[in-house]
T-cell receptor
């Protein structure tokens, strides 16, 4: 089905382990984003990408790594997970071929727990 | 970083009542957006506003882009149980490609 998907939907890991969260969109949107959602903070931008091979830091990038080798995929990696990274992670995309980033479409989220 | 001030944080209302929530910022935004998030799901766009003073409706929802470009409000008329969820405002500035979200308003509707 067309749209934006995330996997896994739920993940439990231990402190110090590497974790990769996947995001895939079928709209050929130029822009893709990763947010984390925590109580009292709303959505905070971790990283975003304007196109394949172009990524930029958001508000809270520390401890995260992203890559975008293909337009449709935007994986987020926690190289050494910490408890403070326990959160719900949302991927979003926008801009079908253009530079529009205002209307973002969100995936269903990945709930990550770091023990 | 700059976050939007969204209020109220939560609302408990009776079915049929009208609801109003708003967002304010110390910075100017070019676009204001309102999203709704159901439990276990990602936010879904409800309304997008692109011009200062703009008033836009989507069914029972009405949103306005403040004339100062530093605020926006969302109204829901004649609430129904399926309106339950968390509503987020978001402001976007295309000059620096900055998008910020409010902390959300949790709406509970009692039948």
């Amino acid at each position: 089905d067309a749209g934006i998907t995330q996997s896994p939907r739920y993940k439990i890991t231990e402190t110090g382990r590497q974790v990769t969260l996947m995001c895939h969109q079928t709209w050929s949107h130029s822009y893709m984003f990763w947010y984390r959602q925590d109580l009292g903070h709303g959505l905070r931008l971790i990283y975003y990408s304007a196109a394949a091979d172009i990524t930029d830091k958001g508000e809270v990038p520390d401890g995260y790594v992203v890559s975008r080798s293909k337009t449709e995929n935007f994986p987020l990696t926690l190289e050494s997970a910490t408890r403070s990274q326990t959160s719900v992670y949302f991927c979003a995309s926008s801009g079908a071929g253009g530079a529009s980033t205002d209307t973002q479409y969100f995936g269903p989220g990945t709930r990550l727990t770091v023990l | 970083g700059q976050q939007l001030n969204q209020s109220p944080q939560s609302m408990f209302i009776q079915e049929g009542e009208d609801v109003s929530m708003n967002c304010t910022s110390s910075s100017i935004f070019n676009t204001w957006l309102w999203y709704k998030q159901d439990p276990g799901e990602g936010p879904v766009l409800l309304i997008a506003l692109y011009k200062a003073g703009e008033l836009t409706s989507n069914g029972r929802l009405t949103a306005q882009f403040g004339i100062t470009r530093k605020d926006s409000f969302l109204n829901i008329s004649a609430s129904i149980p399926s309106d339950v969820g968390i509503y987020f405002c978001a402001g976007y500035n295309y000059n620096n490609n900055d998008m910020r979200f409010g902390a959300g308003t949790r709406l509970t509707v009692k039948p």
